[in-house]
């Protein structure tokens, strides 16, 4: 049962991953053409309608080669890199909260919220990556979905105690981790006038921090995506060429870093 658990959660996020980066094609082309791209996807290049064969996560990318069927251009390698790195995601992720939260009726509802939180920064990472935006109305879902995970973890934290008593310790830490992160980045677009950060990676910095609830852990998001944007910055440095840098997907890598990982740290960080 529990390796059907996982295949399905890998389906469920390559599916996801297809779907995501298809509507931030989409989402761009409405805007600079003032059109819809259709219902259905298409090729970007000759139009063509793609039938639902050529839209099977994975599997049609590695059979048409990476190449239009009708055509013959390339599609590119950002749709195999979601679908797979979404399946990735959403199989430990999945399975890591699956196994975290010990009541049955808290379990699927935070798993639900949380795949869909992790659905909208995959949107976010992808959109600011290729066009340098972050997009307002899924910053606001974001948030939403922070809101709504912090939540359950409280709660879930009063069901095991059944007392009051770790509320307060814990909320100190998530609103803590708010200022951190969230702090940090909007000090930072506030005084630079966003020419180190821009107006949306301290909202983004926001629905992170709610979700980890830790000030511990957003601060070592915040080091660990500027290393990440560091080491990518690098081969640039050296060439002194002149590249902006945008932080929505590194957060969002860091975030995925850390919350997988976020048991060990903690008690690497308690001992």
């Known amino acids: 049962m529990k390796v059907f658990i996982l295949i399905s959660l890998f389906i ?50 590695i059979f048409l080669k990476g190449k239009c069927r009708k055509c013959g251009k390339k599609i590119g390698g950002l749709e195999i890199l979601s679908e797979l790195g979404f399946g990735f995601v959403f199989l430990v992720i999945g399975g890591f909260a699956s196994e975290s939260l010990e009541y049955a009726v808290l379990g699927p509802l935070y798993l639900m919220v949380l795949l869909a939180f992790v659905t909208i920064l995959g949107y976010l990472a992808i959109f600011d990556g290729k066009y340098g935006e972050l997009p307002g109305k899924a910053l606001t879902f974001s948030v939403i979905c922070g809101i709504i995970l912090l939540i359950l973890k409280q709660w879930s934290l009063f069901l095991s105690s059944q007392s009051f008593q770790f509320l307060p310790d814990s909320l100190l830490s ?13 000090l930072l677009y506030f005084f630079s006038k966003e020419k180190l950060v821009g107006s949306g990676d301290w909202i983004l910095g926001l629905a992170i921090s ?7 852990l957003a601060l070592i998001v915040i080091f660990l995506s500027n290393a990440l ?43």
């Open 229 to 271: 944007a560091a080491i990518f910055m690098a081969p640039s440095a050296i060439k002194k060429e002149k590249k902006k840098i945008y932080f929505g997907p590194w957060m969002v890598l860091a975030f995925v870093i850390v919350f997988i990982f976020q048991e060990y740290l903690l008690r690497f960080i308690v001992f």
């Open 12 to 61: 469920l996020g390559a599916v996801m991953g297809s779907f995501v980066c298809c509507q931030v094609r989409r989402a761009k082309l409405s805007t600079r053409k003032k059109k819809k791209a259709g219902d259905r996807s298409i090729c970007l290049n000759c139009g063509y309608q793609l039938k639902w064969f050529d839209n099977i996560p994975i599997f049609s990318w």
């Open 210 to 216: 709610l979700t980890l609830g830790s000030w511990w």
């Open 174 to 186: 998530a609103l803590g981790g708010v200022g951190v992160l969230a702090g940090t980045y909007y």
